[in-house]
């Protein structure tokens, strides 16, 4: 598509439950990120797929969040056992290569809201 | 760890005023810096990117500018619009780290 897409653009959920999002890149772009914005934070990494290489996971916060990208395309991001810390607007962006002219595009976020 | 602050955390301005958004980096080894518009409930959008090797990018109304040995770069609004009210977000790369942003510049543009 023309720009990068995530689903849903929001979500409500009981603590406790586990939520997917999910992100479809601008296609051809071979890298994709997961970043969170919280109330009146900032934006905060939370891991990278280039390619067929490993994942960078750094910033994940705990090991209730994982990630996966399936066919260098799609990725969802799972959310397990959620707590009402884990509400933010999630937000995805691909890039077409890591070279310094390429620069981010990002989606419209999914709002999580952990009730 | 490379660290973005930006300055004012907030503006209001009249319509119509010439504006200048800074942005300064801890490490100047990047390799570009992006500049994006974040609209209330919005995702980002991205406003200009200046490589490394560039001094400055243009875009409308929009300039902006890197020194990258000082580590600063410029966000320059001409003739500001109530519709440029929103916050302007600076965010570099260095190696192959991800983009790591500033916390934003809230601007409101008073007709």
């Known amino acids: 598509g023309a720009g990068v897409s995530q689903s849903p653009s929001n979500k409500v959920t009981e603590k406790g439950k586990d939520v997917e999002l999910r992100c479809d890149p601008i296609?051809?772009?071979?890298?994709l990120y997961w970043y969170r914005q919280s109330l009146g934070q900032g934006l905060e990494f939370l891991i990278y797929f280039q390619g067929n290489s490993a994942p960078d996971k750094s910033g994940l916060p705990s090991d209730r969040f994982s990630a996966e990208r399936t066919g260098g395309s799609v990725s969802t991001l799972t959310i397990q056992r959620t707590q009402q810390e884990d509400s933010a607007v999630y937000l995805c962006?691909?890039?077409?290569?890591?070279?310094?002219?390429?620069?981010?595009?990002f989606g419209s976020g999914t709002r999580l809201t952990v009730v | 760890k490379q660290e973005v602050t930006q300055i004012p955390a907030a503006l209001s301005v009249p319509e119509g005023e010439n504006l200048v958004l800074n942005c300064s980096f801890t490490d100047s080894a990047i390799y570009n810096l992006q500049w994006f518009r974040q609209d209330p409930g919005k995702g980002l959008t991205s406003l200009l990117l200046?490589?490394?090797?560039?001094r400055e990018q243009t875009s409308g109304r929009l300039n902006a500018s890197l020194d990258k040995s000082s580590g600063r770069s410029t966000l320059y609004i001409a003739a500001s619009q109530p519709g440029d009210s929103a916050t302007y977000l600076c965010?570099?790369?260095?190696?192959?780290?991800?983009?790591?942003f500033g916390k934003g510049t809230r601007l409101s543009v008073i007709a």
């Open positions: 965010a570099v790369v260095s190696g192959n780290t991800p983009l790591v």
């Open positions: 200046i490589q490394s090797s560039q």
């Open positions: 962006a691909s890039r077409l290569s890591r070279g310094a002219g390429y620069g981010y595009t």
């Open positions: 296609s051809g772009h071979t890298a």
